[in-house]
């Protein structure tokens, strides 16, 4: 299964920088008995591979090569690849670069690398044979792209930052079938889309007969692209506990979530 990071984004909302936002440190990790700090791409890294993902695409512009450095060829037993999206063009363009990676009988899954979100291992809970998304509940639903599902959890539209969305259920991974993949790239082909956002292609496919499923398997979900979303990634981090199964308290959870924001406000 390819698991595809877009990481070609300026991260205007956290500047000034001296390096790519996905190496942002967030957290540490143990190595060689050592304590360093950990990128915050990591954690989305980590659970993809957690979730069936043996191959890694980051999604770089030209400057980017920081990411390269960092991360090489091969980590934690995926291989990795490199695309390059040479100018801004959304979630869309940059996401369909790996087109040429993907075959149709392959898997994909593509999360945020600027996000950390619980359980780690939720991406299990997608299935192999449809589009689906992996749902959390946050505080500010109109900062994420919402996901409205019918009784059986079939995705009915995704409401791109609406104000007063209907639901506080947000999209934080989605994976599919490479032919999925194949044919959602053949409509964002089409003269009159082009989107921006995954959201309102995925809507068009809804309307010509698609399928979708959005699983609400998430449990807290923190977006660290300003500085109120970072102080939460590190009270989400700090208060983790390995018998929990979430890695936070019910009472933690609310606490970290009412910190999420997804952009500066």
Known sequence: MWGIIPAAGAGSRIQPLAFSKELLPVGSRIEASVERPRAVSEYIVERMIAGGAD???????????????????????ADIAY???????????????????VGR?????????????????????????????LLFPVEHPESFDAVTTDERGYVLSIQVKQRNPSTNWVWGAFK???????????????????????GTLVNAWLAE????????????YVDTGTLNGYRAAIRLLEHAQPDNECGISDEENVRVDALITAKAS
């Open 105 to 133: 009988h392959e898997s994909v899954v593509v999360g945020l690398p600027d996000t950390i979100w619980t359980p780690e291992d939720a991406l299990r809970e997608l299935p192999e044979d449809v589009l689906s998304f």
């Open 55 to 77: 191959k890694l695409c980051f999604v770089i512009s030209p400057a980017k090569s920081d990411i390269l450095q960092y991360y090489g060829a091969r980590l934690w037993g």
């Open 176 to 198: 599919m079938p490479g032919s999925v993949f194949k044919e959602l790239h053949e409509l964002w082909c089409r003269p009159e889309r082009r989107d921006e956002y995954f």
């Open 209 to 220: 007969g698609g399928r979708a499923k959005g699983i609400r398997a998430g449990k807290a």
């Open 83 to 101: 695309v390059v999206q040479p100018n801004p063009g959304g979630l869309c363009d940059a996401v369909f670069r790996a087109i040429p990676l």
